[in-house]
């Protein structure tokens, strides 16, 4: 049953394997695994995944018949998390989408500099 719900809710968040992968921070072939009832998370990661798709662990492994309808994320709703590291301390944040792709966008190009800089040294 997990496999199946997994999958259900990967797709109402109209989220490939892969951009679900990249999302939770796992390799797409163990998204596939798992869909494919190949193998299944340990129970940290299986709470991880139930906190992300907003739903709780009973449902997720079929023990419960319905979700939380209040609680379950509208497609393409799907929230991006960082983890900012300064000070000693660190802080979760959740950014949008829109915002996620300029971060990666000036991470890409302080990487390209970085490689510059490296290269003509």
Same mark, same amino acid.
Request: neutral net charge; charged residues 30%; hydrophobic residues 30%.
């Given at each position: 049953m997990? +496999?199946?719900?997994?999958?259900?809710?990967?797709?109402?968040?109209?989220? +490939?394997?892969? *951009?679900? *992968?990249?999302?939770?921070?796992?390799?797409?072939?163990?998204?596939?695994?798992? @869909? *494919? /009832? $190949?193998?299944?998370p340990?129970?940290?990661?299986?709470?991880? %995944?139930?906190?992300?798709f907003?739903?709780?662990?009973?449902?997720?492994? /079929?023990?419960?018949?319905? $979700?939380? @309808? #209040? $609680?379950? !994320?509208? !497609? #393409?709703?799907?929230?991006?998390?960082?983890?900012?590291?300064?000070?000693?301390?660190?802080?979760?944040?959740?950014?949008?989408? @829109? =915002?996620?792709?300029? %971060?990666?966008?000036?991470?890409?190009?302080?990487? =390209?500099?970085?490689? #510059?800089?490296?290269?003509?040294?």
């Amino acid at each position: 049953m997990f +496999s199946i719900r997994l999958k259900e809710l990967r797709e109402n968040a109209n989220m +490939s394997q892969q *951009a679900f *992968a990249d999302n939770f921070g796992v390799a797409q072939s163990t998204v596939g695994s798992w @869909e *494919a /009832g $190949k193998r299944e998370p340990n129970y940290q990661t299986t709470m991880r %995944l139930a906190d992300f798709f907003h739903v709780s662990v009973d449902y997720l492994m /079929g023990r419960e018949v319905q $979700k939380d @309808e #209040k $609680k379950a !994320p509208e !497609p #393409k709703t799907v929230q991006r998390r960082i983890m900012c590291y300064g000070g000693g301390v660190s802080e979760e944040t959740v950014i949008s989408e @829109e =915002e996620y792709e300029t %971060l990666q966008a000036v991470l890409k190009t302080l990487r =390209e500099q970085q490689k #510059k800089r490296d290269a003509s040294k």
